[in-house]
């Protein structure tokens, strides 16, 4: 109950845990970016992902919409402490503004 308190009141994601021995709950999946930029994120099992599917993850500045490629086992890892989460899945307007910005990318390449 108090980790569950602790979490409204500070806005942390549930997939960041203190303790790396409360992370059993918890799942490592590889996710590629714009560009063929692929890293590694915690994902809680209360978040559903399939194969394939958007997801929003943590950012140094925000958060980024990335595609979900594979799991990857936790005990691959030294640790998983400094690791950054996925925050949920993406929803239609997340990937509507994505496509809308990659296709003012490729206008602005042309102008270019």
């Known amino acids: 109950m108090e980790e569950h308190n602790k979490q409204h009141t500070t806005g942390t994601p549930?997939?960041?845990?203190?303790?790396?021995?409360?992370?059993?709950?918890?799942?490592?999946?590889e996710i590629e970016f714009k560009g063929s930029r692929r890293d590694?994120?915690?994902?809680?099992?209360?978040?559903?992902?399939?194969?394939?599917?958007?997801?929003?993850?943590?950012?140094?500045?925000?958060?980024?919409i990335g595609r979900f490629i594979r799991y990857s086992d936790k005990d691959a890892f030294e640790s998983t402490k400094d690791m950054k989460s996925i925050l949920r899945r993406a929803t239609y307007t997340d990937?509507?503004?994505?496509?809308?910005?990659?296709?003012?990318?490729?206008?602005?390449?042309?102008?270019?």
């Open 14 to 29: 549930a997939a960041v845990h203190e303790n790396e021995s409360h992370t059993s709950d918890v799942k490592v999946y």
């Open 40 to 64: 590694f994120f915690l994902c809680p099992d209360r978040i559903q992902v399939k194969p394939l599917d958007f997801l929003i993850v943590q950012a140094d500045r925000g958060e980024h």
């Open 95 to 112: 990937i509507q503004i994505m496509m809308d910005n990659r296709q003012k990318e490729e206008s602005a390449f042309e102008v270019c």
